[in-house]
Protein backbone atom coordinates (compact mmCIF):
# COMPACT_ATOMS: atom_id res chain seq x y z
CA UNK A 1 0.00 0.00 0.00
CA UNK A 2 2.63 2.29 0.83
CA UNK A 3 4.27 2.12 -2.39
CA UNK A 4 0.91 3.02 -4.00
CA UNK A 5 1.14 6.10 -2.04
CA UNK A 6 4.79 6.76 -3.00
CA UNK A 7 4.31 6.70 -6.33
CA UNK A 8 1.21 8.82 -6.28
CA UNK A 9 3.16 11.37 -5.01
CA UNK A 10 6.36 11.02 -7.30
CA UNK A 11 3.80 11.94 -9.70
CA UNK A 12 2.12 14.92 -8.45
CA UNK A 13 5.98 15.92 -7.89
CA UNK A 14 6.41 15.25 -11.78
CA UNK A 15 3.41 17.03 -12.64
CA UNK A 16 4.72 20.24 -10.43
CA UNK A 17 8.31 19.95 -12.45
CA UNK A 18 6.17 19.95 -15.55
CA UNK A 19 4.40 23.10 -14.46
CA UNK A 20 7.49 25.06 -13.23
CA UNK A 21 9.26 24.02 -16.76
CA UNK A 22 6.18 25.04 -18.58
CA UNK A 23 6.29 28.65 -16.46
CA UNK A 24 9.96 28.66 -17.52
CA UNK A 25 9.49 28.69 -21.20
CA UNK A 26 7.02 31.41 -20.80
CA UNK A 27 9.12 33.57 -18.98
CA UNK A 28 12.03 32.88 -21.75
CA UNK A 29 9.84 33.56 -24.51
CA UNK A 30 8.49 36.70 -23.32
CA UNK A 31 12.12 38.12 -22.58
CA UNK A 32 12.73 36.98 -25.86
CA UNK A 33 15.56 34.49 -24.87
CA UNK A 34 13.63 31.65 -26.91
CA UNK A 35 11.68 32.04 -30.22
CA UNK A 36 8.04 31.76 -30.27
CA UNK A 37 8.08 28.54 -32.68
CA UNK A 38 10.10 26.83 -30.36
CA UNK A 39 8.68 27.64 -27.33
CA UNK A 40 5.22 26.33 -28.85
CA UNK A 41 6.03 23.13 -29.71
CA UNK A 42 7.93 22.65 -25.89
CA UNK A 43 5.20 23.85 -24.33
CA UNK A 44 2.83 20.94 -26.17
CA UNK A 45 5.35 18.51 -25.62
CA UNK A 46 5.15 19.67 -21.71
CA UNK A 47 1.42 19.35 -21.70
CA UNK A 48 1.06 16.37 -23.32
CA UNK A 49 3.60 15.27 -20.54
CA UNK A 50 1.58 16.13 -18.10
CA UNK A 51 -1.58 14.82 -19.32
CA UNK A 52 -0.09 11.41 -19.62
CA UNK A 53 1.13 12.13 -15.43
CA UNK A 54 -2.38 12.95 -14.50
CA UNK A 55 -3.74 9.90 -16.32
CA UNK A 56 -1.40 8.07 -14.48
CA UNK A 57 -1.93 9.46 -11.36
CA UNK A 58 -5.89 8.61 -12.42
CA UNK A 59 -4.69 4.98 -12.81
CA UNK A 60 -2.46 4.85 -9.71
CA UNK A 61 -5.42 6.54 -7.43
CA UNK A 62 -7.99 3.63 -8.69
CA UNK A 63 -5.44 0.71 -7.86
CA UNK A 64 -4.97 1.81 -4.88
CA UNK A 65 -8.79 2.29 -4.07
CA UNK A 66 -9.25 -1.38 -5.48
CA UNK A 67 -6.77 -2.82 -3.66
CA UNK A 68 -8.39 -0.99 -0.41
CA UNK A 69 -11.63 -2.05 -1.31
CA UNK A 70 -10.45 -5.86 -1.39
CA UNK A 71 -8.72 -5.50 2.03
CA UNK A 72 -12.37 -4.70 3.27
CA UNK A 73 -14.11 -7.44 1.32
CA UNK A 74 -15.81 -4.78 -0.93
CA UNK A 75 -16.83 -6.47 -4.35
CA UNK A 76 -16.39 -3.57 -6.68
CA UNK A 77 -18.97 -4.05 -9.43
CA UNK A 78 -17.99 -3.72 -13.34
CA UNK A 79 -20.25 -0.63 -14.17
CA UNK A 80 -19.22 1.09 -17.42
CA UNK A 81 -20.14 4.31 -15.78
CA UNK A 82 -17.56 3.89 -13.38
CA UNK A 83 -14.63 3.67 -15.41
CA UNK A 84 -12.35 5.37 -18.30
CA UNK A 85 -11.25 2.84 -20.46
CA UNK A 86 -8.61 3.50 -23.30
CA UNK A 87 -7.31 1.18 -25.73
CA UNK A 88 -3.68 0.14 -26.53
CA UNK A 89 -2.94 -0.89 -30.19
CA UNK A 90 0.34 -2.72 -30.11
CA UNK A 91 1.43 -2.54 -34.27
CA UNK A 92 4.28 -5.05 -33.24
CA UNK A 93 2.68 -7.92 -31.90
CA UNK A 94 -0.72 -6.79 -33.97
CA UNK A 95 -2.85 -6.62 -30.18
CA UNK A 96 -5.13 -4.28 -28.44
CA UNK A 97 -5.05 -4.50 -24.77
CA UNK A 98 -7.80 -2.34 -22.89
CA UNK A 99 -6.89 -0.55 -19.92
CA UNK A 100 -9.51 0.55 -17.50
CA UNK A 101 -9.30 2.59 -14.33
CA UNK A 102 -11.77 4.05 -12.33
CA UNK A 103 -13.27 7.86 -12.87
CA UNK A 104 -14.03 10.16 -10.52
CA UNK A 105 -17.60 9.03 -9.99
CA UNK A 106 -16.38 5.67 -9.49
CA UNK A 107 -13.87 6.53 -7.46
CA UNK A 108 -16.06 8.34 -4.76
CA UNK A 109 -18.77 5.46 -4.74
CA UNK A 110 -15.92 2.81 -3.58
CA UNK A 111 -13.87 5.79 -1.68
CA UNK A 112 -17.98 5.84 0.22
CA UNK A 113 -18.18 1.78 0.23
CA UNK A 114 -14.44 2.27 2.09
CA UNK A 115 -15.44 4.70 4.59
CA UNK A 116 -19.00 2.73 5.41
CA UNK A 117 -17.00 -0.53 5.48
CA UNK A 118 -13.98 1.04 8.30
CA UNK A 119 -17.36 2.15 10.25
CA UNK A 120 -18.94 -0.83 10.23
CA UNK A 121 -15.47 -2.38 11.58
CA UNK A 122 -14.73 0.16 14.17
CA UNK A 123 -18.85 -0.18 15.47
CA UNK A 124 -18.45 -3.80 16.04
CA UNK A 125 -15.20 -3.49 17.78
CA UNK A 126 -17.02 -0.69 20.22
CA UNK A 127 -20.34 -3.44 20.25
CA UNK A 128 -18.03 -5.93 21.40
CA UNK A 129 -15.74 -3.64 23.98
CA UNK A 130 -19.15 -2.10 25.42
CA UNK A 131 -20.62 -5.52 27.36
CA UNK A 132 -16.98 -6.04 28.49
CA UNK A 133 -16.53 -2.93 30.17
CA UNK A 134 -20.35 -2.83 31.44
CA UNK A 135 -19.05 -5.69 33.31
CA UNK A 136 -15.87 -4.40 34.97
CA UNK A 137 -17.69 -1.50 36.27
CA UNK A 138 -20.73 -3.64 37.46
CA UNK A 139 -17.96 -5.65 39.17
CA UNK A 140 -16.03 -2.85 40.76
CA UNK A 141 -19.53 -1.70 41.99
CA UNK A 142 -20.25 -4.87 43.47
CA UNK A 143 -16.87 -5.18 45.16
CA UNK A 144 -16.72 -1.38 46.27
CA UNK A 145 -16.46 -2.07 50.15
CA UNK A 146 -14.18 -5.39 49.76
CA UNK A 147 -11.90 -2.58 47.60
CA UNK A 148 -12.13 0.04 49.99
CA UNK A 149 -11.34 -2.11 52.95
CA UNK A 150 -8.05 -3.47 51.01
CA UNK A 151 -6.68 -0.21 50.04
CA UNK A 152 -7.44 1.07 53.93
CA UNK A 153 -5.65 -1.82 55.66
CA UNK A 154 -2.66 -1.73 52.72
CA UNK A 155 -1.86 2.01 52.87
Known sequence: MDYERRKIAELHRRIGNLYRTEVNVLIRTTWGKLPESEAREKLEKLKSEREACYKLVDQWESRYL???AENYGIEVP?????RNVELIEDTDAKVTRVQAWLNEEGKAMISKQIRDARFAEWKRRADLLVPILALLVAALAL???MIVELLKTRF
Not at 78 to 82: G, K, L, V
Request: hydrophobic content about 25%; glycine content about 0%.
Open 66 to 68: LKR
Open 143 to 145: FKD
Open 78 to 82: QRSEW
